[in-house]
């Protein structure tokens, strides 16, 4: 079985503070690792993706995230938050090597706030 | 949001009433999911299409039907809604079967009373 945890509900940072939104994995195979960020009353959008390869992946607005696989673990950072940034952040796991390979599975989410 | 559209975009709705919720997509991808999100929970798959016709349970199923007659669009069906499946409704697809992220809906909130 796949699963996400993502420890902090809350996360408060700065305005152009480094920020970091923590995930850790649990898959029996390889993992695929993605995030996503949902605005209020809308739809998630896709961030980034970790498949194969750099362990460090740049995504969408800045946003980077690194694989660490001994840790099993893949956080989200940005160098200087931005107030826009203020969201809620899903990490997200597929285990290919499981029958549910088209299965993404979430975290419970984490409530980034910059604060001005 | 990826040429998706979801209706309605809020329904409320008394225990016991069957409804039925739409997922409409405008550029033929295969693969569309069901999730519901509730606080704490983050996004649960109900069901999943990978084809007309073609569906699959997901981790949260009980209670919810699901049926694609047209590539376009994958309707969500409770026969008889309870308080428990007041949730927020989200529609994803992916583009193809190697394009891993899928990509979203704007969302139907459903309040069950």
């Known amino acids: 079985a796949q699963s996400v945890a993502q420890p902090e509900d809350q996360v408060n940072v700065a305005e152009g503070n480094p920020l970091t939104v923590k995930c850790t994995y649990s898959v029996s195979g390889n993992p695929y690792l993605f995030w996503y960020v949902q605005y209020p009353n809308r739809g998630l959008q896709f961030l980034l993706k970790y498949i194969t390869g750099d362990n460090l992946v740049k995504g969408s607005y800045g946003f980077e995230a690194e694989f660490n696989k001994s840790q099993t673990s893949f956080h989200l950072k940005k160098p200087s938050a931005l107030v826009s940034d203020s969201a809620l952040y899903f990490c997200?796991?597929?285990?290919?090597?499981?029958?549910?390979?088209?299965?993404?599975?979430f975290g419970s989410g984490t409530q980034l706030t910059v604060l001005p | 949001d990826a040429g998706i559209t979801q209706s309605p975009r809020h329904k409320v709705t008394e225990t016991g009433t069957p409804v039925t919720l739409r997922c409409h997509q405008t550029e033929n991808h295969r693969y569309m999911y069901w999730y519901r999100q509730d606080p704490g929970h983050g996004l649960r798959l109900i069901h999943y299409s990978y084809g007309v016709k073609d569906t699959d349970k997901g981790e949260v199923s009980d209670g919810y039907s699901v049926s694609r007659s047209k590539t376009e669009d994958f309707l969500l069906t409770l026969e008889s809604a309870t308080s428990s499946q007041t949730s927020v409704y989200f529609c994803?697809?992916?583009?193809?079967?190697?394009?891993?992220?899928?990509?979203f809906g704007p969302g139907t909130r459903l309040t069950v009373t």
């Open positions: 994803a697809i992916s583009f193809t079967r190697e394009s891993y992220e899928q990509y």
């Open positions: 997200a796991v597929r285990d290919l090597s499981s029958g549910s390979a088209r299965q993404l599975t």
